[in-house]
T-cell receptor
Framework: DGGITQSPKYLFRKEGQNVTLSCEQN?????MYWYRQDPGQGLRLIYY???????QKGDIAEGYSVSREKKESFPLTVTSAQKNPTAFYLC??????????????FGPGTRLTVL | AQSVAQPEDQVNVAEGNPLTVKCTYS??????LFWYVQYPNRGLQFLLK??????LVKGSYGFEAEFNKSQTSFHLKKPSALVSDSALYFC??????????????FGAGTRLAVHP
């Protein structure tokens, strides 16, 4: 899990509620990512960011929002518009988004459950 | 379309025996391939990657992977399995999309069970 921290480890959300997942890295990486993991489906990209104040939608961005106000931080908000948010959420970072050979390093994850 | 396939949902192997976890890929351009391991309720840990050069790549915890361009495969191997190797393994390929950015495309994962 290296220098990437995610909090909380477990999160419970009520219907209609927005929740924010924290991701912090001390690796001095430019690029950060959010993935969603569901059983048997591998990882799917939600959002990614190359630099501060810049981020792009990934493959499944609907119902999610992000911000990148600091290089070290990339919080993910799961909004009430996300109809099936129960999943394991993983944050990752890499040196540069444009470097195809860079390794992505992952945080320990946050398990979100809708009550 | 860029894709990664892990044809086995689960692989069972006895402790001490060699193990292989299979991965095939489809990508335009040069393939940059990665293997990660995930223990229960944990994040993904990087094992190894193939960028260029020697087709046999050595990684963490005694794992290695063989790149085969003609078969478009990147199988993960270990000569002697340990019970502690039991985990979920993901193969991934790096893909460059519009704008010059890169992302990883993951396979669905293979669960490795090593029995004493």
């Amino acid at each position: 899990d290296g220098g990437i921290t995610q909090s909380p480890k477990y999160l419970f959300r009520k219907e209609g509620q927005n929740v924010t997942l924290s991701c912090e890295q001390n690796l001095n990486h430019d690029a950060m990512y959010w993935y969603r993991q569901d059983p048997g489906q591998g990882l799917r990209l939600i959002y990614y960011s190359q630099i501060v104040n810049d981020f792009q939608k990934g493959d499944i961005a609907e119902g999610y929002s992000v911000s990148r106000e600091k290089k070290e931080s990339f919080p993910l908000t799961v909004t009430s518009a996300q109809k099936n948010p129960t999943a394991f959420y993983l944050c990752a970072s890499s040196s540069h988004l444009a470097a195809s050979t860079d390794t992505q390093y992952f945080g320990p994850g946050t398990r979100l459950t809708v009550l | 379309a860029q894709s990664v396939a892990q044809p086995e949902d689960q692989v069972n192997v006895a402790e001490g025996n060699p193990l292989t976890v299979k991965c095939t890929y489809s990508v335009s351009g040069n393939p940059y391939l990665f293997w990660y391991v995930q223990y229960p309720n944990r994040g993904l840990q990087f094992l190894l990657k193939y960028i260029t050069g020697d087709n046999l790549v050595k990684g963490s915890y005694g794992f290695e992977a063989e790149f085969n361009k003609s078969q478009t495969s990147f199988h993960l191997k270990k000569p002697s399995a340990l019970v502690s190797d039991s985990a979920l393994y993901f193969c991934a390929v790096s893909f460059t999309f519009s704008g010059g950015y890169n992302k990883l495309i993951f396979g669905a994962g293979t669960r490795l069970a090593v029995h004493p």
